[in-house]
């Protein structure tokens, strides 16, 4: 046995000897570079390609089998400029020659000095690499033959550097550059963790980014088993680019995790996140992750560095104060089934500043159409303190205890096309509000609502009153208008409902609201809007326009027995006018800002008050202030500072660019009877009216001891100043000359009045003596007929008696 064994040494050793001898040889009498050129064309008849072998070539043998290279450049595909392909500086490749007697494989470290591959695509699609890969005629495997497995397989490392890599798409427009690339490895040997590092810089065109990154830590491949496991794998980024929050991003990430795939698990014992000043861990486990892939975990986030979040988001420690966020907590638990396309959140908690929500979520068609539903409920915080906690300086509110409380629940469904909210309840100070909401086509968005609240006080978060500004009709449309997503209202298709018990909005108080809103293809209409305002109601139709280049707002509102007195008083801190009100206003503007529409109002409006006042505007007074002063005696300030009441205020108007202007104003009182026309301009607030006024025959009322006086005349009045400060005048000279005209009118009349009364009686004597002297001419008639009569009877018979006697 010795002897064989001794044989058998002797026989080893001779073929080592030889093999020595052989690659001592080949060394000696065989230079590779004689072979440049055959080499090149051999490429190039297999490629189509150019390969330059520009530096010198060198072979080992023995104890190492291996090629080392200079500078070797293949050439680019046709049509693709004159950049090469592919470029290595310097290239080390070397196997140990006894191992592979054993089957075993012993590579010594790779080298790879300035790599570089430039890979390109063109604007129809094609690449260059394309003429490198052409599609090969599939082999059927020999079932009865399986491939012999290496022993062992063992590399002594991988060392890269001065790498780059360039990616240069023309169809998509874009370039991406891999470039200072260094990879080096420990001995990589299968079934144990190999060391290694890498690093390099990331540059793109679009959106232009500039990163540097670097990798540590090790790895264990076992291909033949189908086992790889990363062990503390560690990948630091640091990033700048316009496209990132806040144009910079540094992070790191921390992998421990195991893969079987003939097992078909996955363990992800650790994947730590560190980014924008939040931490990430997260646990899994993935089941059938070839077949059916199934995963399960628990993830949390953690805010370690609140002022960084801030700076990530684009935003600075003057609009949020970063140390309040730090410490908030995320956590949560998922389950994935990507052959059931199925996920689920079943727990979800979130501690914000201070804000605690909780939520749980399912989401099918995974990997086709994601539908997620859930549930959402914020429990009460006070939203006050947590914006102050946060630095964020709120504005200045008419009631400091606003934004007290606050809750959210709702439940909710979503996809990439859809949005549905249900059961939402939600409640802010004293406000709750219920409802749904559901949106679809985000593109062009399908909006419907249905929301009802039981009482919200706008004034609350308003800031402090000041003194009361004239309002303008269009004010509540026009509110806000000016940052109107004009865009976003072209496209919308909404419909919904708001229902309110109670509101109070710029002191106005009504109750009751019931409002619809509809809008398609950039008209928007608020109707019909029903409440109870003030004793009365209130009916409104409210229109914006957007389809042109300017947009338009349309009011149609209607008032109805609504006690204008009290709605002043709150509305403007002045009940300027009392009494029970009709309104009509139907106007249009064009524009956002309030000033260009009210430049632009045109419309018409109607009025009319019963049982009521105007205050600071007392006509009568203004009348008495004349006359007194015509008798040279001046009014107490209590008279001066009466009112005017009336039974009935009416009048129509129009209103052209703002100008409202009215030719029937009609106010009547026990008092007096007015009859006016007149202008008042919205834009500068100024009033111009010229009155006339009767006053009546009434001593009932006020002033009633100076209408004694002044009843029956018609005095010109004029009203000027502004609608919240008018001035009434009344001029002397036309009162005198009313008055005047009056006592020679009555004197006219009185005497043309006698001067009848004295022609009838004339005419009645003459009437008289002319019947009594017709009585005697035709008494002297009928007498000097009868003597005649008698003259011709006494001469007839004469004659017949002389006739007779002849």
């Given at each position: 046995?010795?002897?064989?064994?001794?044989?058998?040494?002797?026989?080893?050793?001779?073929?080592?000897?030889?093999?020595?001898?052989?690659?001592?040889?080949?060394?000696?009498?065989?230079?590779?570079?004689?072979?440049?050129?055959?080499?090149?064309?051999?490429?190039?008849?297999?490629?189509?390609?150019?390969?330059?072998?520009?530096?010198?070539?060198?072979?080992?043998?023995?104890?190492?089998?291996?090629?080392?290279?200079?500078?070797?450049?293949?050439?680019?595909?046709?049509g693709f400029g004159p950049e090469p392909f592919a470029r290595v500086e310097r290239s080390v490749v070397r196997v140990r020659l006894l191992p592979l007697l054993r089957g075993e494989v012993q590579v010594g470290t790779v080298v790879l000095h300035g790599v570089q591959a430039h890979l390109a695509r063109r604007a129809d699609g094609t690449t260059n690499w394309d003429d490198l890969v052409q599609t090969q005629p599939d082999e059927e495997p020999d079932e009865t033959t399986e491939p012999r497995a290496l022993a062992a397989l063992a590399v002594g490392g991988l060392d890269l550097r001065d790498g780059r890599v360039v990616w240069d798409d023309a169809m998509e427009g874009v370039r991406y550059e891999l470039s200072e690339l260094r990879l080096t490895t420990g001995e990589v040997v299968m079934g144990r963790p190999v060391p290694l590092s890498a690093s390099g810089r990331v540059a793109a065109s679009e959106p232009a980014l500039d990163a540097t990154f670097f990798l540590q830590g090790s790895a264990t491949l076992e291909p033949d088993r189908g086992r790889y496991a990363a062990h503390a794998l560690a990948l630091a980024v640091e990033a700048e680019g316009e496209a990132l929050p806040g144009e910079r991003f540094n992070g790191r990430i921390t992998l421990d995790a195991a893969v079987d795939v003939e097992q078909q698990t996955l363990e992800v014992s650790r994947l730590d996140v560190d980014a924008a000043g939040i931490s990430l861990a997260v646990q899994a486990r993935g089941a059938n992750i070839v077949d059916a892939p199934r995963f399960s975990g628990s993830a949390g986030a953690r805010v370690t560095d609140g002022a960084q979040l801030v700076r990530t988001l684009g935003l600075t420690e003057e609009d949020l104060d970063g140390n309040a966020l730090r410490g908030s907590t995320l956590e949560s638990e998922f389950e994935m089934d990507l052959d059931a396309q199925t996920a689920s959140v079943p727990r979800l908690v979130l501690n914000l500043a201070g804000v605690r929500g909780e939520g749980r979520a399912h989401v099918t068609q995974l990997l086709e159409q994601p539908n997620i539903t859930g549930e959402l409920a914020i429990a009460e915080f006070a939203p006050r303190a947590v914006l102050e906690r946060l630095g964020v300086e709120l504005p200045e509110m008419q009631d400091a205890e606003a934004l007290g409380r606050a809750a959210l629940r709702l439940a909710?469904?979503?996809?990439?096309?859809?949005?549905?909210?249900?059961?939402?309840?939600?409640?802010?100070?004293?406000?709750?509000?219920?409802?749904?909401?559901?949106?679809?086509?985000?593109?062009?968005?399908?909006?419907?609502?249905?929301?009802?609240?039981?009482?919200?006080?706008?004034?609350?978060?308003?800031?402090?009153?000041?003194?009361?500004?004239?309002?303008?009709?269009?004010?509540?449309?026009?509110?806000?208008?000016?940052?109107?997503?004009?865009?976003?209202?072209?496209?919308?298709?909404?419909?919904?409902?708001?229902?309110?018990?109670?509101?109070?909005?710029?002191?106005?108080?009504?109750?009751?609201?019931?409002?619809?809103?509809?809008?398609?293809?950039?008209?928007?209409?608020?109707?019909?809007?029903?409440?109870?305002?003030?004793?009365?109601?209130?009916?409104?139709?409210?229109?914006?326009?957007?389809?042109?280049?300017?947009?338009?707002?349309?009011?149609?509102?209607?008032?109805?027995?609504?006690?204008?007195?009290?709605?002043?008083?709150?509305?403007?801190?002045?009940?300027?006018?009392?009494?029970?009100?009709?309104?009509?206003?139907?106007?249009?503007?064009?524009?956002?800002?309030?000033?260009?529409?009210?430049?632009?109002?045109?419309?018409?409006?109607?009025?009319?008050?019963?049982?009521?006042?105007?205050?600071?505007?007392?006509?009568?007074?203004?009348?008495?202030?004349?006359?007194?002063?015509?008798?040279?005696?001046?009014?107490?300030?209590?008279?001066?500072?009466?009112?005017?009441?009336?039974?009935?205020?009416?009048?129509?108007?129009?209103?052209?660019?703002?100008?409202?202007s009215s030719q029937d104003l009609q106010i009547n009182s026990p008092l007096l009877r007015v009859r006016g026309a007149g202008t008042l301009d919205l834009n500068t607030e100024e009033i111009d009216y010229r009155l006339n006024t009767i006053v009546v025959a009434t001593l009932e009322g006020q002033d009633a001891a100076e209408a004694e006086v002044l009843r029956g005349l018609t005095l010109p009045v004029r009203v000027s100043g502004t609608y919240t400060d008018p001035s009434v005048s009344v001029e002397l000279r036309a009162l005198l000359e009313g008055r005047v005209r009056e006592e020679a009118d009555k004197l006219r009349r009185e005497a043309e009045q006698r001067a009848r009364e004295e022609l009838k009686q004339r005419e009645q004597q003459i009437e008289q003596e002319l019947k009594k002297r017709e009585e005697q001419v035709e008494q002297e008639l009928k007498q000097r007929e009868e003597e005649l009569k008698q003259k011709l009877e006494e001469g007839t018979r004469d004659r017949l008696r002389d006739l007779l006697r002849r």
């Open positions: 046995m010795k002897k064989a064994f001794i044989i058998i040494a002797a026989v080893l050793g001779g073929l080592v000897l030889l093999l020595v001898a052989a690659a001592v040889a080949i060394a000696v009498f065989v230079d590779p570079n004689d072979y440049k050129d055959q080499i090149s064309e051999a490429v190039e008849k297999q490629t189509g390609r150019e390969l330059q072998i520009e530096g010198d070539l060198a072979l080992t043998f023995f104890p190492w089998l291996g090629v080392e290279t200079g500078t070797v450049v293949l050439g680019n595909a046709a909710f469904s979503a996809s990439p096309a859809h949005l549905d909210v249900e059961g939402l309840q939600a409640s802010l100070d004293d406000t709750t509000l219920r409802g749904e909401a559901s949106v679809r086509d985000f593109e062009a968005p399908v909006v419907r609502f249905n929301f009802a609240a039981d009482r919200i006080d706008m004034d609350r978060y308003l800031g402090p009153e000041t003194e009361h500004a004239a309002p303008s009709p269009t004010g509540a449309a026009a509110a806000g208008a000016t940052e109107l997503p004009l865009d976003l209202l072209r496209a919308l298709d909404v419909e919904g409902r708001v229902t309110l018990g109670e509101v109070k909005v710029m002191e106005l108080r009504a109750s009751d609201l019931q409002a619809t809103l509809t809008g398609r293809g950039g008209e928007l209409r608020l109707h019909p809007v029903n409440a109870a305002l003030y004793g009365g109601r209130y009916q409104g139709d409210l229109r914006l326009d957007v389809r042109g280049e300017e947009p338009r707002i349309a009011v149609n509102d209607r008032l109805q027995d609504v006690q204008i007195g009290a709605l002043l008083e709150d509305f403007m801190g002045d009940d300027l006018v009392r009494g029970t009100a009709n309104l009509a206003v139907n106007v249009g503007g064009v524009g956002l800002e309030p000033e260009a529409i009210m430049q632009t109002l045109t419309g018409e409006a109607r009025v009319q008050v019963r049982d009521g006042a105007i205050k600071n505007l007392n006509i009568a007074g203004a009348i008495r202030e004349g006359y007194a002063r015509y008798q040279g005696q001046r009014l107490s300030a209590e008279e001066r500072e009466r009112s005017t009441d009336f039974a009935e205020l009416s009048a129509s108007a129009q209103i052209e660019a703002g100008l409202v």
